[in-house]
């Protein structure tokens, strides 16, 4: 390999900065932020728990999709005992009423951009 | 990054991956995640209360109370605010679920020269046939598009349509539409309880299966005010569906497309 | 051997500032359409498949007839053929890329195109469209590779490298094959549905390649010390007389038996093309310039003593190429939708976002042979 030590130090420096932002939150200790979502109006009764909510709701969300548009099973009963329709707009968003201050707020943090509103309605932003 | 470029990504990755070590082909099955964590739940589906079902559900048009009612259009703006069907006013990015067609453009080849007037300019609605042997069915690469086995109704995943268009090409009633653009800001009064569709995704009636679960009829159908628009089981042999074509001359649109279309015409 | 693309005098490097100047006026027009939807180009609910796809449909045919030169040379020994084969190869890789991102600009989500392989469905032919070219291309990249790197080590290439070229012949035919049923299974298309499209694809792809790869060598010889001699070019020139004689052959029979059943749904598509249809008519005037230079060019190919010539068989090699692009590339896509299964009479002419994509793809197809190609002909040190 021609000039290989500037290569290599070419490479280590390409891998530090690219790097740069984990080690900056590394030192800044950012993982402690807390963003403040919106309680629900049913406060912690969900289809599942909160905690599997908050890590999973993403694969409930697609399972329901294929459960609905593909079997045409609507209805299920979550952990908690209660029947739920499957549905984003209404099931979800009648809980968690302001989308804004519950989907959005954590997503923009987290700098995702999901496609559901591209199509699915949110009752709220339709209504006179 | 929107969730479908991230997946894209996350694929690509695999992919690669797969390529350079042999990675097993499981780790492409993305349900495999959800199914050991769902485990926990209850998760059982319930019996659907209310909900219409049928073994095979099939239209029958009347195309003479069709003609009494003269310029009707209800049972398309029906369709269309209920499905929130966009209304771009000009034909190169026309959406549309069901529509006039005359009977030369809808019953073409069985039209000639000396037809009596009344069926000559005779109106009447088309619409997806939901085929027993559809062709677009047959030809989607990735399944998007799907015939329910419970009940015929051809069907599209909005989420996995990858906007081929080949369905287009392949279906011989010109019944499907593209979104050429995003048809929201097109969209005059926005139903809340339907999605709207995204650019790329092609569409068309799918029966209202959404209507049908909640225990309703078409929203066409029940549109209709002439009675016209019936819509029923043809394996029961009690449908109003049946006796109407057993009592009426009936047609299909383009029978020699082997596709057999699962809407009728009384003549 | 990749470095050798990265080497090259101020006329090599212009040529690739010029192609990457193209690719990048198409991106931002890509971006566009990326962005507004396929709004942007002239297709419609009535013709839904337009530019795109008939010039994927075109360059499968391109990709394919690097068969013409393979096969001779590998299956029946003939020596003549060794110089121009690796340049037939490096053709197909070229033309698989660009068939497949002329596939990737048609969706409609293009993010989603994963889903193909997600979902297979060995239902549609679109699914074995897809395997069909990625095989190839992979065949071909593969086999390009051992035997040129064996050429410039001045070794012999592996053994195992014989069945996967044997392999790479009938894959080729299939490429099209497969490309022609995904057209020739419609039983709402009337203009496609016919068995003889898959052998009408196969005769014209076997006359528009071998006629563009004579071309190249020719101008490989005017630019480069690269000479493929006489010999070769005339025996190509020879393959591509029999391959456009059976395409028009073929043709013929199309019409013979659209215009003597007199069947409407059949009849109506060629009225389109080549008269016009209820006061249409776009792409009569094409149709007609490609029957032209199709006989002309057919005429200058079969008389010997235009086809030895070589400023005569330049021409008939331009002319011939250039009325199988309007047939495949243009024509035959575009008239299966007019008219429409509703029988409704609806044009479509592309529109300049959709040229400049084109436009673009192609330049980057050119951008990939001419990178390949200045690498087998540097290792050949006959630059």
Redesign the interface.
């Given at each position: 390999m021609y000039n290989g030590g500037k290569v290599l130090i070419g490479i280590l420096v390409f891998l530090v900065l690219i790097s740069s932002p984990l080690w900056y939150n590394m030192a800044m200790d950012g993982s402690d932020y807390q963003i403040e979502l919106e309680k629900a109006v049913r406060g912690d009764d969900c289809v599942r728990d909160s905690a599997w909510m908050k890590a999973n709701h993403m694969d409930l969300l697609n399972e329901w999709r294929d459960q609905v548009v593909r079997n045409d099973e609507r209805f299920e009963i979550g952990s908690d005992g209660v029947q739920y329709e499957r549905s984003l707009s209404f099931t979800c968003l009648s809980c968690h009423e302001n989308k804004d201050k519950f989907c959005d707020r954590c997503h923009d943090y987290l700098g995702v951009e999901p496609y559901c509103w591209e199509c699915h309605i949110v009752p709220k932003e339709v209504q006179p | 990054m929107s969730v479908e470029r991230r997946k894209f990504l996350k694929m690509a990755g695999l992919t690669a991956l797969g390529l350079a070590g042999g990675a097993p082909a499981k780790v492409l099955g993305q349900d495999n995640a959800f199914a050991d964590t769902a485990a926990e739940a209850v998760v059982k589906p319930i019996e659907r209360s209310g909900a219409l079902t049928a073994k095979r559900w099939a239209m029958v048009i009347d195309v003479r109370k069709c003609q009494e009612a003269g310029e009707c259009t209800k049972c398309f703006d029906a369709c269309h605010l209920t499905h929130n069907v966009p209304d771009f006013d000009n034909p190169k990015d026309e959406v549309k679920w069901i529509w006039k067609e005359s009977f030369e453009h809808a019953l073409g080849d069985q039209d000639h020269e000396y037809l009596n007037d009344a069926v000559k300019h005779a109106h009447m609605p088309v619409l997806c046939n939901h085929c027993d042997d559809p062709a677009c069915v047959k030809v989607c690469p990735t399944g998007a598009t799907f015939k329910r086995e419970e009940d015929g109704l051809v069907m599209i995943d909005w989420h996995r349509c990858i906007g081929c268009r080949y369905c287009m090409a392949a279906c011989p009633y010109g019944s499907r539409s593209f979104n050429w653009r995003d048809p929201r800001p097109f969209i005059e009064d926005i139903q809340p309880d339907f999605p709207t569709r995204s650019r790329g995704v092609v569409e068309k009636c799918t029966f209202c299966d959404e209507r049908l679960a909640r225990g309703q009829l078409p929203a066409c159908v029940e549109a209709c005010e002439a009675g016209a628009l019936v819509f029923g089981d043809l394996e029961d042999p009690e449908s109003e569906v049946r006796k109407l074509l057993a009592e009426r001359f009936s047609m299909r649109r383009k029978p020699g497309s082997g596709t057999q279309p699962e809407v009728y015409y009384l003549l | 051997m990749i470095e050798h693309a990265l080497k090259g005098d101020k006329r090599y490097w212009s040529w690739v500032a010029t192609l990457l100047a193209v690719m990048g006026i198409g991106f931002f027009f890509y971006l566009r359409q990326y962005n507004?939807?396929?709004?942007v180009?002239?297709?419609?609910?009535?013709v839904?498949?337009g530019f795109y796809i008939a010039q994927f449909t075109f360059m499968v045919g391109v990709a394919a007839s690097a068969v013409m030169v393979v096969l001779p040379y590998y299956l029946h020994n003939f020596k003549e053929f060794g110089k121009i084969t690796i340049l037939g190869e490096f053709v197909a890789i070229g033309s698989v890329v660009v068939c497949m991102t002329f596939?990737f600009v048609?969706?409609?989500?293009?993010?989603?195109?994963?889903?193909?392989?997600?979902?297979p469905?060995p239902?549609?032919?679109?699914?074995w469209d897809?395997v069909a070219l990625s095989g190839y291309l992979v065949l071909n990249f593969v086999i390009s590779h051992i035997t040129l790197g064996a050429e410039r080590k001045g070794i012999a290439p592996p053994k195992w490298i014989k069945p996967v070229i044997i392999l790479s012949i009938p894959w080729a035919v299939s490429i099209h094959t497969v490309t022609a049923f995904?057209?020739a299974?419609?039983?709402?298309?009337p203009f496609w549905m016919t068995a003889i499209l898959a052998p009408r694809f196969l005769a014209s792809a076997f006359s528009a390649g071998p006629a563009l790869l004579i071309l190249v060598c020719l101008l490989l010889r005017k630019l480069t010390k690269f000479n493929v001699g006489k010999e070769p070019i005339q025996k190509v020139a020879i393959i591509v007389t029999y391959a456009l004689a059976i395409n028009i052959f073929f043709v013929l029979m199309e019409v013979f038996t659209a215009v003597y059943a007199n069947m409407p749904e059949h009849l109506s598509h060629f009225q389109y093309l080549f008269v016009g249809l209820h006061g249409h008519g776009n792409l009569v005037p094409w149709m007609w310039t490609s029957t032209v230079f199709g006989l002309v060019a057919l005429g200058l190919l079969i008389v010997p003593k235009t086809r030895r010539n070589e400023t005569t068989l330049v021409m008939a090699c331009i002319l011939l190429f250039i009325s199988l692009w309007i047939d495949k590339g243009l024509c035959l896509i575009i008239a299966?939708?007019v008219p429409?299964?509703?029988?409704?009479v609806?044009e479509y002419v592309p529109t300049l976002p959709e040229l400049a994509i084109s436009a673009a793809v192609y330049a980057m197809g050119l951008l990939v042979v001419t990178g390949l190609y200045k690498v087998a002909l540097s290792v050949r040190k006959q630059l």
């Open positions: - | - | 507004e939807g396929l709004t180009t002239g297709l419609s609910r009535d839904s498949w596939i048609d969706m409609g989500q293009p993010f989603r195109i994963i889903n193909v392989f997600l979902y469905s239902q549609s032919m679109m699914f897809a995904l057209y299974g419609l039983a709402a298309r299966g939708f429409n299964p509703l029988h409704y609806v």
